[in-house]
């Protein structure tokens, strides 16, 4: 996409951005991010990023939850994850990298700081001034050795895993000063949603989620109404709806195949879900631009 955006010249800022086979860096305005990404259209994302938001605030759903960012985070997110941009301001603009699994892992030894490893995590991070300017030198100094005439791979593997372990280290910080005590209602609507996830695809019914909590339906279905105003059973269903909408845009599999993959008893029932899910067919959502 950000290729074909170059060549197109359409929301380029005044640092182009750097592309190669494993690795991406970039500097996007509104713009660009408005055409790269469909508003309101579920995008699956396979690889590791790191982003700074430079101004503005853009309004997007992460993993399922809805989440706001503004001028002065910083954002994280792992492979597996689905992204749903909503809106942006006009003024938004944001630097970012992505780097795939194989080239993180050799960059880090193989060794994931805590915050990144598992699948569809993603995290907000509030640096106070002096943690946003040392996060930025991060950047500068990635932008310096990827567009430098000589390619420095050690020098490079170094400057990421010195980000990642900077994210790491600033999420954990974040996480002791909120010093939410496991076992309350929070914790255990994050862990819903993790498995949620995970799972969706494969495991549709209540039972399932509540055992891997170690809790009764009842007593889970009335936690995540509480925590979120949702049921258990919607956030279940959006998942699942969100997954169908990756496969039939992203992939060229048959709808009975999707049906089959995500274990509905028949097509026909799962053309109804979807349709309850989004007033239209899946047919009509393959074709909808």
Known sequence: MIRDLV???RGLTTLRPYISDDLVMVRATANMAQRALITGKPLRIDDYRCAIVHAGWAQTTINLIEKRIETGMMIMVTPGSIIQPQTFSSDFAIEAIGIQADRT???LGGKLPT?????MTDRQIHPDKDELDFCNMLFNSLWRTVLAPQRYNDVLNALIAALFHYYDHMA???DKHENWPKGDTRDI????IRFVNQYATRQHNLDFYA???CITPRYMSTLIKDA???TAKEWIDNALATQIKIELKHTDKSIARIAEEMHFPSASFFCRFFKRMTGMTPRQYQDMA
């Open 211 to 213: 055992s891997r909590l």
């Open 105 to 107: 892992h050799v960059a």
């Open 7 to 9: 060549a197109r010249g």
């Open 115 to 119: 915050t990144f490893v598992g699948q």
């Open 189 to 192: 609507f994050e862990r819903f």
């Open 228 to 230: 979120s105003g949702k």
């Open 172 to 174: 954990q910080k974040q």
